[in-house]
T-cell receptor, first 115, second 114 residues
Framework: AQTVTQSQPEMSVQEAETVTLSCTYD???????LFWYKQPPSRQMILVIR??????QNATENRFSVNFQKAAKSFSLKISDSQLGDAAMYFC????????????FGKGTRLHILP | DSGVTQTPKHLITATGQRVTLRCSPR?????VYWYQQSLDQGLQFLIH???????AKGNILERFSAQQFPDLHSELNLSSLELGDSALYFC?????????????FGPGTRLTVT
């Protein structure tokens, strides 16, 4: 069975600084997708970034980038120039590829931004 | 705005009661997923429908059931409610059926069982 583990329940970062959220996953599949979702106090689930396992290049979306280490099954999220609006719960997630399938979520990391 | 709508936003009910949560997928999306977010279990997949047919079941209790109608909206029925059923219930939709399609989440329905 596929699992997603986030070992940091909470993190804090100073505004304008950089922070990295960790995630590891376990799967025997070769085709899959990895995601980071943001859940602000509004509770809306917002897709931050996604990575296809077959792509070696790390995905980037503005201030958000990932470090995808396929062999190590590691998928960390780096947030640069942290802003107050980045404060939220962040979920690492996995989905098998090549099919319409459920998403498996980690337990989440609550990120606090210190002004 | 993801284009996925869920009603109601909030629901407060008593133990033993039955409720129905409604989800309308994005225009053109044929797949609907239901997820439950609770404090102790985190975000868990409940059930998946594609074009009216059940495709996969996750950790869904027997007291819960769902269906997807010909107009593609979906309903999640929760019966004999217990305090532990209090949670945020999300619906997500995707085009389906091939992989790689994004799942778009609705705003959720917050269920409180008293």
């Amino acid at each position: 069975a596929q699992t997603v583990t986030q070992s940091q329940p909470e993190m804090s970062v100073q505004e304008a600084e950089t922070v990295t959220l960790s995630c590891t996953y376990d799967t025997s599949e070769s085709d899959y997708y990895l995601f980071w979702y943001k859940q602000p106090p509004s509770r809306q689930m917002i897709l931050v970034i996604r990575q296809e396992a077959y792509k070696q290049q790390n995905a980037t979306e503005n201030r958000f980038s990932v470090n995808f280490q396929k062999a190590a099954k590691s998928f960390s999220l780096k947030i640069s120039d942290s802003q107050l609006g980045d404060a939220a719960m962040y979920f690492c997630a996995y989905r098998r590829g090549n099919r319409d399938d459920k998403i498996i979520f980690g337990k989440g990391t609550r990120l606090h931004i210190l002004p | 705005d993801s284009g996925v709508t869920q009603t109601p936003k909030h629901l407060i009910t008593a133990t033993g009661q039955r409720v129905t949560l409604r989800c309308s997928p994005r225009s053109g999306d044929l797949s609907v997923y239901w997820y439950q977010q609770s404090l102790d279990q985190g975000l868990q997949f409940l059930i998946h429908y594609y074009n009216g047919e059940e495709r996969a079941k996750g950790n869904i209790l027997e007291r819960f059931s769902a269906q997807q109608f010909p107009d593609l909206h979906s309903e999640l029925n929760l019966s004999s409610l217990e305090l532990g059923d209090s949670a945020l219930y999300f619906c997500a939709s995707s085009v389906g059926p091939m992989g790689g399609n994004e799942q778009y989440f609705g705003p959720g329905t917050r269920l409180t069982v008293t």
